[in-house]
């Protein structure tokens, strides 16, 4: 019987398909050998590239490779507070001469960059910019990195880098409570450097927790423990700067639940920069960071935490005094691109790229005015 010639057929047969829908190279019915594909051109990351706390950082520039200042450390005999001699005289006294004491510091800044490299053939024969996509993938994981680096430090086991900067987690801390000896920005942590000490609030009623909650001593988060340490923070001179409350994601939740129960709060949270919403306690914003769940400190009964403080759990938030924390920058260079192609002047690979460098380093200038709040229940 004739059969009508048809090109169709025989092309299905030549490439060993009986369908356009369901078969053909790989397991996905878009790609039987006759379907005419467009693959959309907008990349999906599987992966988080955003930051939450250092975008809320003030960046200063320096002209040398380290930033070096002067804390007035010694307090007045006669007045308790700063370095006043402030006393009440009769007219035919004396007067005594004081002048304040002082301690210098340094933060050394440090060198970190993000590279990529797209090949020519990968650019011609790619879609879209890959130049510009590749880029854009290194600019952002500058800025995870940094992150990483001002919260968990040099600690590598928090997220830090062994060569970083000293981070949050190497500075919210104390001596007294303690027994802390880190150096920090060039002078060790030691009796009768209290200056050193960062302002503390214990999640407990009593030293020590009443071990209820999870690890021994530990309490769950409660606002009380937010009100304390805006007070500490207050009374030391904190009450008028730029402050931030500092927390894991998951930690963020348990709040947003404390609040979301209290009436009185008419304004929980603040829309900022960005078109994002934060939550905010007495006005100032709370801060979630994936980066936070390994910044933990737990209270023992020898009130040394050598072997707790870098516990690496989630027993930790922190409020963060802004107006004086900040990045310095060595000649203001922060996430410059720097352009390159092939591997080396003497080679011409057929290759372009570049990478994005910058020479920071985070500094405290004061510390008692940011809070450590510890012996939180792990979440």
């Given amino acids: 019987m004739y059969q009508a010639y048809s090109p169709l057929m025989e092309v299905r047969a030549a490439l060993g398909t009986t369908t356009n829908t369901s078969t053909g190279v790989g397991t996905i019915s878009a790609q039987g050998v006759e379907i005419q594909k467009m693959i959309d051109e907008m990349t999906v990351k ?161 030293a020590g927790g009443d071990g209820a909650d999870g690890a021994s001593g530990s309490d769950s988060l409660a606002l009380p423990d937010l009100d304390a340490a805006i007070t500490v923070s207050n009374k030391r001179g904190g009450k008028s700067h730029r402050r931030v409350f500092l927390c894991s994601e998951d930690r963020l939740d348990e709040i947003a639940q404390l609040l979301q129960a209290q009436q009185r709060f008419t304004a929980p949270s603040l829309n900022v920069e960005g078109g994002m919403t934060v939550l905010t306690y007495k006005g100032i914003q709370i801060i979630g960071s994936r980066f936070m769940d390994k910044n933990g400190i737990a209270f023992n009964a020898a009130n040394n935490d050598a072997d707790t403080h870098f516990s690496h759990v989630d027993q930790a938030m922190y409020l963060i005094d802004l107006d004086y924390t900040f990045m310095a920058h060595c000649r203001g260079i922060n996430a410059r691109h720097v352009p390159i192609s092939g591997s080396s002047a003497e080679n011409r690979y057929d290759q372009e790229g570049g990478y994005f460098k910058t020479y920071g380093v985070l500094v405290m200038k004061r510390f008692d005015t940011s809070v450590l709040i510890y012996n939180l229940k792990d979440i």
């Fill in 46 to 206: 599987a992966y988080n590239d955003s930051v939450d706390f250092t975008k809320l950082l003030q960046r200063k520039s320096i002209n040398q490779l380290s930033y070096i200042w002067n804390l007035v450390v010694e307090e007045s005999a006669n007045s308790g507070f700063g370095n006043s001699s402030f006393a009440f005289y009769t007219e035919a006294a004396g007067g005594a001469e004081y002048t304040s004491a002082k301690v210098q510091l340094a933060a050394l800044c440090k060198g970190y960059r993000t590279d990529y490299a797209v090949s020519g053939l990968m650019q011609a024969g790619g879609m879209g910019n890959q130049l510009a996509e590749e880029a854009s993938y290194a600019l952002a994981g500058l800025a995870v990195g940094e992150e990483r680096a001002v919260i968990s430090g040099n600690v590598t086991a928090s997220y830090g880098f062994a060569s970083s900067f000293y981070g949050l987690l190497n500075i919210m801390g104390s001596y007294v409570t303690f027994t802390h000896t880190s150096n920090l920005y060039g002078v060790a942590r030691a009796n009768g450097k209290t200056y050193l000490d960062t302002g503390l609030v214990a999640a407990t009623t009593v």
